[in-house]
């Protein structure tokens, strides 16, 4: 995971069906999804066991702040970014099972660090 990848970015619908690997959730959650972007407009994605690439994300599910939440994705992965600023909110039913997800699209500007992988990426 050392290059930048530039992306058009599209949002998506990322689902929670078992059999795509997708743990089921047992209640409503929210997503935080962050963008980071460098000087030449690249976008960092990680990419999953399965060959899926995705921005950074975390579950938004503990007794956290949202800047807490944002500041711990880009942590993990050894970088620093400016203030991530709200770009979209999305809420998401589904028909396979009965909860609802919220989806918050955040972009910030890389500052510094050396990206690394902080695990494989599983599916939420």
Not at 21 to 39: A, K, S
Not at 75 to 94: D, H, N
Request: hydrophobic share 40%; proline share 4%.
């Amino acid at each position: 995971m050392n290059k930048w990848m530039i992306l058009l970015v599209l949002i998506g619908l990322m689902g929670c069906k078992e059999e795509n690997g997708h743990i089921e959730p047992t209640h409503n959650f929210t997503v935080e999804r962050l963008m980071v972007i460098n000087d030449k407009d690249e976008i960092l994605m990680i990419k999953d066991e399965e060959g899926t690439w995705y921005t950074f994300f975390a579950v938004f599910n503990k007794r956290q702040y949202v800047h807490e939440v944002l500041d711990s994705v880009s942590q993990a992965f050894g970088i620093t970014t400016t203030p991530p600023e709200l770009r979209g909110y999305f809420g998401f039913k589904y028909e396979y099972h009965p909860y609802a997800t919220r989806r918050s699209y955040y972009v910030a500007r890389y500052v510094s660090g050396s990206p690394r992988v902080a695990g494989i990426v599983k599916h939420i």
